[in-house]
């Protein structure tokens, strides 16, 4: 009704606006990758993408994990130790797999999937203690944090967890296809050419396993069942409640899948650095709550996609990678990242049809 | 409302029929169980650890906490407004930094120590306000929710920082500093002197251990700025004003309570106790400490607050409850630590800890 | 006698030292209009919530088509067709009309083997039971919240009907509305009746009542003092019923604070 009334008396203005509400996240980040495309050298490089998808994976999962709990209205402050726990829990159990005798590839897999298994407590506590037992959110995530920083350190024995076959590196900082110009192709391993041949990695091993989740959620979250109903309890969770919606299970899986997702972070932090630390994660609290808000998500639950949030990781990995090639430290990212988060949330605030 | 008796019963699950839980001796205990809690701590590590029980051990548990203690009470007014401040761990690394900065700038410049100190810590101090102004401005005026505007002064605070102290410890800073921060008030040594503010000239400082060093100045300096706060918060009209805010945002509007302003002035003011910790520190440890993302200070005062007795849906908080909150999470570790118990368990006591806060602050939806 | 397609019988209800609702014995007949009134705290929501399944009752049974139902959750009232608007309508205000409508059971489709949302036969299916109610709304895809408060009865009543309810209980249903649209809400009550479906109204605007209840009951303290035919009563009597009639003026003076 008041879009009509607006559009009614100046039509384009409300259309501009409103077009600039949705869009206005993708104008953002392509103007971001224009500028450091001059400001740093080498930016401009189709191969960037790669390096930034590459140390963004954790930030990406991470923040998926956060946006599902703030879709429900909550807030999961654990996720970055949680990461340090499975980073460690997996350097060790694939480790002890590997010095066991299993051979690399099923120690690499068997030891992922216990660390998974393990991964997903925290959330289930963390969603026991939310929706059963009614603790804010804030306060049952802190907590579980604690515990999982506690639990790392029991186990970590000193500063890195370390033990990883080799073929973990391979694999963490591997590419899914190889080509050599003149001299053929090959996948996940490099090709046996010459040395000094020029060989393209196209796509990191870390980044393929990234996008196939990012593509599960975002199908389980737009066009499921389950999507449907995390929206509507982070929406009205009284008519969640009345119209038959299992809340207290929704909230449960949904803690769970943070905390699985955090865990899958923390295996690739693994890989990709072949070691374990319980801080792993420490740093990205900010960066994977920031990733969600930039998207466009009420903290309040009830919005939010999959789409927008990735765009949101995009404009922080793109800020990391073009700060780092232009060689200002990276303490710049830190006060950039906070001000596009009051930003972007000021400015959903202003634009039309987000009244919040 | 209507029906409201249904629904107050709704709530609260335990209050069935009565009992000890709605008895004046049940509220009472309700009311100030961390500090009960934190007797039974003292009593019980003073059975289990060598040494725990010493005025020596609890005196440095307390002047090590002096941070805690000052980003507490920051994070009390905050809640019990309503809202939450995740910044002050990061404001007071920076105003930390940002003191040892400035009397490193007014040393070189040839100021006399004094002169050093008292002027970089001022000019921090009233630096250490502006973090909470844009807080609160970005709150009020652009309605950001708090949890959003204070996690990107986390952000903000934290990169400054680490780009003014460019990621290492501030030293080189007047040798003064480190003995106002860790002076005490009385010394005594039994049968020989007694002696205010410092050994009596001449002693030889390889005997210093066998004094008796009483009331650091530290405790002195948090108590106080505890007690003047405390005092505002449950006697002054701006402490009654916070009560009302967090209690209900328009009922205080419609009180003629200007929300907007006073919402600004507790975010400064919470800003401004955290620039006072980061300060502090400094005398504490005689160089300028950013904080680092593993200390977590914003969310163990979040913790210290609510094991105190305050809810995070404001209106309710007491000054000193989250220093006893602050304190249990203190002698939880130094106890357990003193009794050889792994450092893991204090963990799980701190969550346990929280969640029974919580529990007991649904059980007594009305207790203040 | 026994012909009410909903009724309770004895129904008890308590709140730690409150008894909400006490030994109630309410029916509502197929095509028919109940009334419930009574005073703030007089225990009308809570006895629709006990029917409802938000509040299992202590004591007491729910009869539907003269069999007992047990009713512990919201999800048995509405397998048994007992559908309830509360107040506040309990719509998800970020979710489309169609989504809302079907709320908790969803429509789905096979889509690769997975089970994916079927939002266009949704919405399909929303426009048709908005058009049998004669309910305009501006665009389906619209969400909730853009919607104005009468649009948003209309979504609620929909739903219900939707899902084939027999009983339809309304809480206030008029209460938030400007005129016109409170006129909309009451001519919907009357086809909705007139479908054959069994409606519990709570109210407290004693037109609506009058308008087009045909039976109503008052409770006062969670008991049931009265029940009237509409065609035989007048508002002053409900009234009079509402706030116990012997000592009008001195029971007001004395229930009004309480509330």
Redesign the interface.
Do not use: D, H
């Given at each position: 009704m008041e879009a009509a009334g607006v559009a009614g008396v100046e039509p384009t203005r409300a259309r501009v606006l409103s077009l600039l509400a949705e869009r206005w996240l993708f104008a953002f980040l392509a103007l971001e990758t224009l500028y450091f495309c001059f400001a740093a050298e080498g930016f401009a490089n189709p191969n960037s993408l790669q390096i930034l998808l590459f140390y963004g994976v954790e930030i990406f999962l991470l923040a998926m994990a956060e946006l599902f709990v703030i879709v429900t209205g909550g807030i999961d402050l654990s996720v970055g130790y949680v990461l340090g726990l499975a980073s460690i829990v997996g350097t060790k159990l694939i480790g002890a797999l590997a010095g066991a005798g299993v051979p690399p590839a099923a120690a690499l897999a068997l030891g992922a999937a216990l660390t998974l298994a393990v991964g997903i407590l925290p959330g289930l506590v963390n969603g026991w203690l939310v929706a059963y037992l009614d603790v804010p959110p804030f306060i049952a995530t802190f907590s579980m944090l604690g515990v999982c920083h506690g639990v790392s350190e029991l186990i970590i024995e000193g500063v890195y967890a370390m033990g990883l076959p080799p073929l973990a590196a391979e694999l963490g900082s591997g590419h899914l296809l190889y080509y050599a110009p003149g001299a053929g192709m090959s996948f996940l391993a490099r090709p046996e050419v010459e040395r000094g041949t020029e060989v393209w990695e196209i796509v990191p091993n870390v980044v393929v396993l990234a996008a196939v989740v990012i593509a599960a959620l975002w199908f389980a979250l737009s066009r499921t069942r389950f999507g449907r109903h995390v929206y509507a309890v982070g929406g009205n969770r009284d008519a969640a409640l009345r119209a038959g919606i299992p809340v207290r299970r929704r909230l449960l899986a949904v803690y769970a899948l943070s905390a699985g997702l955090a865990s899958l972070a923390g295996l690739a932090y693994a890989l990709k650095y072949v070691s374990g630390k319980a801080d792993a994660g420490a740093g990205s609290l900010l960066d994977s709550i920031a990733a969600v808000m930039i998207g466009g998500a009420s903290m309040f639950g009830g919005s939010g996609t999959v789409g927008r949030t990735v765009a949101g990781c995009l404009v922080i990995a793109v800020l990391e990678l073009g700060l780092r090639m232009r060689g200002t430290p990276t303490f710049d990212k830190y006060v950039l990242v906070g001000v596009i988060l009051v930003g972007a949330v000021v400015i959903e605030r202003w634009l039309p049809g987000k009244g919040r | 409302?209507?029906?409201?008796?249904?629904t107050a019963?709704?709530l609260a699950p335990g209050?069935?029929?009565?009992g000890f839980l709605e008895s004046r001796a049940g509220r009472a205990l309700a009311r100030n169980w961390s500090a009960w809690f934190l007797l039974l701590l003292l009593v019980t590590f003073s059975f289990t650890g060598r040494n725990f029980l010493s005025i020596g051990n609890f005196q440095h548990v307390v002047h090590l906490q002096t941070l805690p203690l000052l980003l507490a009470a920051a994070e009390t007014l905050v809640i019990v407004t309503g809202g939450?401040d995740l910044s002050i761990g990061f404001v007071a690394g920076l105003a930390s930094v940002t003191a040892a900065k400035l009397m490193q700038l007014l040393a070189a410049a040839g100021l006399p120590a004094g002169a050093v100190i008292a002027l970089g810590a001022a000019g921090a101090l009233v630096l250490s306000l502006l973090p909470g102004l844009v807080n609160g401005l970005?709150i009020t005026r652009?309605?950001?929710?708090p949890?959003?505007?204070t996690?990107?002064?986390?952000?903000?605070a934290?990169?400054?920082a680490?780009?003014l102290s460019?990621?290492f410890p501030v030293a080189g800073l007047p040798g003064a500093l480190p003995r106002l921060g860790n002076g005490y008030v009385v010394y005594l040594l039994p049968g020989e002197f007694l002696s205010f503010l410092g050994p009596p000239a001449g002693f030889p400082e390889g005997r210093i251990r066998e004094v008796w060093r009483l009331v650091p100045f530290s405790l002195v300096f948090v108590a106080a700025v505890l007690a003047a706060l405390a005092f505002v918060l449950r006697r002054g009209r701006f402490g009654r004003h916070t009560y009302a805010i967090g209690g209900s945002v328009d009922a205080a509007l419609r009180a003629g309570i200007d929300v907007r302003r006073h919402l600004v002035w507790i975010y400064v003011l919470a800003s401004g106790l955290a620039g006072l910790a980061g300060v502090f520190n400094v005398f504490q440890t005689g160089i300028g400490n950013y904080t680092t993302?593993?200390a977590?200070y914003e969310?163990f005062a979040?913790?210290a607050v609510?094991i105190g007795g305050a809810s995070?849906?404001g209106g309710k908080g007491r000054v000193l409850g989250s220093a006893v909150g602050v304190l249990v999470l203190a002698f939880l570790q130094n106890g357990l630590a003193i009794s050889g118990v792994?450092?893991?368990?204090?963990?799980?006591a701190?969550?346990?800890l929280?969640?029974i806060?919580?529990?007991i602050d649904?059980l007594f939806p009305d207790l203040r | 006698m026994d012909d009410y397609l909903l009724e309770t019988r004895d129904v008890v209800k308590r709140f730690g030292g409150l008894t909400a609702v006490d030994r109630v014995s309410v029916g509502v007949r197929a095509g028919e209009a109940l009334a419930i009134l009574g005073d703030n705290g007089a225990g009308k929501s809570t006895l629709i919530k006990v029917i409802s399944g938000v509040h299992p009752p202590d004591a007491g049974e729910v009869w539907l088509e003269g069999r007992p139902v047990a009713i512990r959750t919201p999800r048995d009232a509405l397998a048994a067709g007992i559908e309830t608007i509360y107040q506040d309508l309990a719509l998800a205000e970020n979710l489309d009309v169609g989504a809302n409508i079907f709320l908790g059971r969803e429509r789905l489709k096979r889509r690769l083997g997975l089970k994916v949302l079927d939002d266009a036969a949704m919405r399909a299916e929303a426009a048709k039971v908005l058009e049998r109610l004669d309910i305009q709304i501006p665009s389906l895809r619209a969400t909730i919240r853009t919607l104005s408060g009468g649009q948003r009865q209309a979504v609620a009543i929909s739903r219900s009907i939707y899902w084939k309810a027999k009983v339809l209980i309304m809480d206030e249903p008029t209460a938030a509305l400007g005129v016109a649209e409170q006129r909309k809400v009451l001519d919907l009550v009357r086809t909705l009746k007139d479908q054959g479906l069994g409606i519990i109204l709570i109210s407290h605007q004693m037109f609506d009542v009058f308008a087009v209840a045909d039976r109503l009951a008052v409770m006062r303290r969670g008991v049931k003092v009265g029940e009237r035919l509409v065609k035989e009563t007048s508002p002053d009597e409900v009234v009079g019923l509402i706030v116990g009639s012997e000592t009008v003026g001195a029971e007001r003076a004395a229930v009004k604070p309480m509330s």
């Open positions: - | 409302m209507n029906e409201g008796a249904t019963a709704e209050s069935r029929g009565g939450i970005v652009f309605r950001v929710p949890f959003i505007a996690l990107g002064m986390w952000g903000i934290n990169g400054l680490l780009k460019e990621g993302f593993s977590m969310l979040v913790a609510v995070l849906s792994q450092p893991f368990y204090r963990y799980i701190v969550g346990v929280l969640v806060a919580v529990v649904k | -």
